[in-house]
T-cell receptor, first 113, second 116 residues
Framework: LAKTTQPISMDSYEGQEVNITCSHN???????ITWYQQFPSQGPRFIIQ???TKVTNEVASLFIPADRKSSTLSLPRVSLSDTAVYYC??????????????FGSGTQLTVLP | GAVVSQHPSRVICKSGTSVKIECRSL??????MFWYRQFPKQSLMLMAT?????????EQGVEKDKFLINHASLTLSTLTVTSAHPEDSSFYIC????????????FGPGTRLLVL
């Protein structure tokens, strides 16, 4: 299993860029890296997914170094509504069924005015 | 994007009763669904993997006779908490996986269970 390690919490101010790094030292060749956002009493919401290098969508960027042992979620110009818990998940599909999926502790991001 | 629904969104029941939670993929077929449990201020814990047409695979420490999972169709999985007790009170979240290729989970909104 690819265990993940993230900072427990981070604070930021509105309008700043926030970078959250996740360590996954024993990531496997077939594993993808996915980041989710979760608000209280809601299910996680998909943010971004990548395998290597850089991925960008309308809400975030994901940076993955060549060794893939870590990844960094970058949120540009955060707002108060970005206050949430952010999880990185490393998982793959094999033989038509998914491997065991283990969520790490997540990072509580608090955006201050 | 793909939508996953859960019903009910919240339920309160008496100790000893059974509660059924439904998880539906609304606009796609999911051969695999997952059930998670989340306690306050904690991360999601995977309980079981639900595969359409076959028995669920339970994680270590999860009682299969207490948490009954049925995945009768490609769009529906149900979790039944049998003889619920106050310690079963939690937030239950399901997810559905788009078949094939990389794992891409779509999560339901969750079900808050309170056992009195």
């Amino acid at each position: 299993l690819a265990k993940t390690t993230q900072p427990i919490s981070m604070d930021s101010y509105e309008g700043q860029e926030v970078n959250i790094t996740c360590s996954h030292n024993n990531i496997a060749t077939n594993d993808y890296i996915t980041w989710y956002q979760q608000f209280p009493s809601q299910g996680p919401r998909f943010i971004i997914q990548g395998y290597k290098t850089k991925v960008t969508n309308e809400v975030a960027s994901l940076f993955i170094p060549a060794d893939r042992k870590s990844s960094t979620l970058s949120l540009p110009r955060v707002s108060l509504s970005d206050t949430a818990v952010y999880y990185c998940l490393v998982a793959s599909a094999s033989s038509g069924s998914a491997r065991q999926l283990t969520f790490g502790s997540g990072t509580q991001l608090t955006v201050l005015p | 994007g793909a939508v996953v629904s859960q019903h009910p969104s919240r339920v309160i029941c008496k100790s000893g009763t059974s509660v059924k939670i439904e998880c539906r993929s609304l606009d796609f077929q999911a051969t695999t669904m997952f059930w998670y449990r989340q306690f306050p201020k904690q991360s999601l814990m995977l309980m079981a993997t639900s595969n359409e047409g076959s028995k669920a695979t339970y994680e270590q420490g999860v009682e299969k006779d207490k948490f009954l999972i049925n995945h009768a169709s490609l769009t529906l999985s149900t979790l039944t908490v049998t003889s619920a007790h106050p310690e079963d009170s939690s937030f239950y979240i399901c997810s559905a996986v788009v078949s094939g290729g990389q794992v891409h989970q779509y999560f339901g909104p969750g079900t808050r269970l309170l056992v009195l």
